[in-house]
């Protein structure tokens, strides 16, 4: 049996730090604002909390674009408010992981400044250069915010290369003084007193040798593919365990886009000593656009076979091999209730409670976004202005006009299906003005559904989303058999119920969400003296399962 360590025992929250709380006034979320929220937080019944980039930052993605490792960018407070907020989360019997964004850096930091002026001084190797190749660009590679994934720089007479947008470029990896000027990094907010890393697109830092160009028409998906999970991967991650990691009592996930179970299991593999956890993407990547060009930007729903087998298949993997992390949603998706679920008044609530008792009893770490907790739920926009990502705003641009390849009125449903911008509205902490969440206008809209969603009106109601993701936590922390269990999938093939089993020591516990608004009935062999978990609805009807109804039993 696995010797259980506390980022197993964990239930993290998210923190995104522009849009969660603003304390100052000046309309965007700060560190501050985050300390004054902990009580709401220890009263969720979080362990762990992971704050998105909070580094200074030109912000052309809104923060995972870093100028400067170790300060703290101006409009979210200053070090010495960092501390302050480390040591509150301490004092609340909570920890911090902060996110590690290495795969590149922003344009802005001095190190790129200092590369892209000559081909020889100390940093000119710190980033990934190559000579034009027939006046061109070295390859055929796209980046992941739109067009081809290097650029130009005349002093050089070379291209960057950037897998993201051109002011994010990629470290060279391969460079042994980057790998220990990352590792100088680590060391600074873990000798602050930090609790780990989750670790941004891991999956990418180490490149093919000879950068080969992809086969057939080039897309974004093709060259992440051709990228990920490099040859010196494995190599690197454990010189980072070795060098720094493995000195102090850390939890570490790593985003790693693409990645399989079997890769999961060489990086985070109990016996591996590299990394916790990883985020995988098969679940949030199940409706992409049949027509391949237009990439994940679709407005159809999930089928919820395919939501079991992608998630299944992880549970049953990684069981007793590595550690899954689990998540419906972040800061790069939509809000799970309007995705997984249904966001309409009618139902939302039961959905939203459904979608958690379905994720919150799995093996493995969960990750509650924040506002999930409440039920928020997309914004639903219009029109191009009100979007202010730039993966979005590209998209839009490239798809729609460049290349003509969906009309425009199409394109803004699918923007308002799967946009990140779903998830960076502010928090909706009350019914008062902004949400509560500032006196001034919000750097970002906030959802307009803030009157009838919010933290207080929530936390005044016994029956709200919140207090049953409280309860889901407690039970997490109560039953060994939720944390540890084995996975047991039932009935893969039906498209309605999501149901499965936990065996842990003699004892099981089963679950069944009714991912439908319409009545239907599943015998699960339940009896009378299984206790039931948790339900969200206030009676059980044994055998029938009622619009989005989920329930829980334990057999002892
Ligand atoms: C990750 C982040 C995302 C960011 C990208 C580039 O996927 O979660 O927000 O845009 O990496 O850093
Ligand atoms: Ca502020």
Redesign the pocket.
Known sequence: MINSKWFQDSVVYQIYPMSFQ?????????LN?IAQRLPYLKKLGIDVIWLNPIYKSPNKDNGYDIADYQNINP?YGTLADFDNLLKAIHQHGMKLLMDLVVNHTSDQHDWFKKSAQSRNNEYADYYIWRDPVAGREPNNWRAAFGGSAWTYVHERDQYYLHLFAPGQPDLNWENPTVRQSVFNIERFWLDKGVDGFRMDVINLISKPAGLPNVQGTPTVGKTFEIVADGHRLNEFLKQMNDEVLSHYDVMTVGEMPGSTPEDAIKYTGLQSHELNMVFQFEHVSLSPNPDTRLDKWNDKPIKLVELKRALNHWQKELDGQGWNSLYWNNHDQPRAVSRFGNDDPQYRVRAAKMLGVTLHLMQGTPFVFEGEELGMTNVHFTKLEQYEDLESINAYHELVEEKGLVEGSTMLKYLANVSRDNARTPMQWSAKVNAGFSQVKPWYAVNPNYQEINAAAELADNTSVFYFYQKLIQLRHDHEIIRYGTFVELDPQDNEVYAYKRNYKGKTILVMSNFTDKSVNRDYGIKQENKLLISNYTDDQGTKLRPYEAKAYLFE
């Open positions: 603003d304390s100052n006034n000046d309309g965007i979320g700060d604002g409009e």
